[in-house]
């Protein structure tokens, strides 16, 4: 096993992040024995954007190249590729504890400049292990312009041994400053044949069940692993399925977009109320209030901060559900476009295989093309701020 394992169907980065990684351990080598080595011209910058659609494992890739900046296997020395995945520094930064790794992920719809500044702060330190201070921010798209203002001045001039990864869909949801400034990496949509793979390597799951989950969510690691593992996914995707021969009339369609709507609240909701139970006794605790009790003088401003905090992460939970239906909705016409053109390629749905078959011989290529574009548009509205309810209707009606 290596921190390279999980990165499914990206050859070409793991290459180029092993070859930065080992040029990495070369200059900390250099810089301890006395010399003045130079990062310019190697294969290591200070600053690395990763990019690709959903599920393709930026993320993945970001941390993994943590790992292998922060290995301190003995085979280094020996020649051998950084990143083993067994030593202390691979461990500890996938366990989330190492001290000189710090990964940002948000469930809030932004990065404002308070949080940002706070970043730019620890960047600053040396690394307490010697070696790299690594900043991996997941979410570097939800950047408000005064956040990436902000990081722009840290991405541009970094201390010697810190390193940005910034994980965005595409260069454009950067900032054109920020991007100009980082190694731009780009991953693929993995094949649906190696994202089964790994869902039956590493999570255990019956081989026939992993194709069906990879090929339903087209490659897409993560909603692949729930969709195999969570049987309430699997029912909400099927409601979503079905979606479309329903839409005859105006009252089927806003009846659909209610129920659409309202699924994607209660996941949400699900999601977020365990969560939302602990931060508050938590917070409860470390400001002194034992159970039942009322809070001391002054901490009311703590808890109004984080229920606010809260209602922000659940409208970003609320969309993401949301989107997520959306995207199966995509694929449904997605299958019944390739039946109209006559491909033979597999049916990302294959359990909605009849109601394709059937919407298929009903209409006409445009009438699926304008379907898929109004889908989008509805996905597009919601990136807006559009009420979802309104934006979920006015698509029902489109796809009528």
Known sequence: MTVWDDLVGQDRVTNQLTAAARDAHAYVAAVDSGAEPELAGSAMTHAWLF????????????????????????????????????????????????????????????????????????????????????????????????????????????????????????????????????????LRTPPVADV??????????????????????????????RLATDEAARARRAAVLKLPERLTDIGGCLRAAQELVDAAAADAKQLAEERDEKETEELRAALGAAEGKRLPRGTAGAMKELEDRQKRRATRTQRDALDLALIDLTGFYRDVLARQFG????????????????VAAASRPEQTLRRMEAVLDCRRALDRNVAPLLAVEAMTMALR
């Open 196 to 225: 089964a793979d790994v869902l039956v390597r590493r999570d255990g799951i019956e081989p026939d069940v992993a194709l069906t989950a990879a090929r339903a969510t087209q490659g897409h690691i993560g909603r692949a692993r």
């Open 51 to 186: 990019t690709g659609p959903p599920g393709s494992g930026r993320s993945t890739a970001a941390r993994a190249f943590a790992a292998a900046l922060q290995c301190v296997s003995p085979d280094l020395a020996l020649g051998g590729p950084p990143g083993c995945g067994f030593c202390d520094g691979c461990h500890t930064t996938f366990v989330g504890t190492h001290a000189d790794v710090d990964v940002i992920r948000t469930d809030l719809l932004t990065i404002g400049v308070k949080e940002t500044r706070e970043l730019v702060r620890r960047a600053q330190l040396s690394p307490a292990g010697g070696r790299w201070q690594v900043i991996v921010l997941e979410d570097a798209d939800r950047l408000t312009e005064g956040a990436g203002n902000v990081l722009l001045k840290a991405v541009e001039e970094p201390a010697p041994r810190t390193v940005w990864l910034l994980c965005a869909p595409s260069t454009e949801d950067a900032l054109p400053t920020i991007r100009s400034r980082c190694r731009h990496l780009a």
């Open 343 to 358: 491909s033979a390629v597999a049916l990302a749905g294959g359990e909605s295989a009849s109601a394709v078959e059937r």
